[in-house]
């Protein structure tokens, strides 16, 4: 049984390091876009923030997981 508990967190680990990756590569290249668009509405700038803190909550359950980018703990 506890050998099953350490493969579940090793790929929940592996999957939230993914996600980490994918959640910034999409806010990088939305930043970019906002950076080079003339006037950004609301919606959009809405949007940015929404992505950000996607992004933070990803790094903060990272840091309490105690994992990193190589995730092999």
Known sequence: MLFRK???RKA???RLVQL???AK???DRYEYIVKNSLEPSQEI???LKKKRAKY???LK???YREINGDHKK
């Open 25 to 27: 590569q999409d806010l």
């Open 12 to 14: 929940e680990n592996e």
């Open 20 to 22: 980490i990756h994918a």
């Open 61 to 63: 359950e990272a840091r």
């Open 6 to 8: 350490k493969t579940i």
């Open 45 to 47: 700038q809405a949007d």
């Open 56 to 58: 933070m909550f990803l």
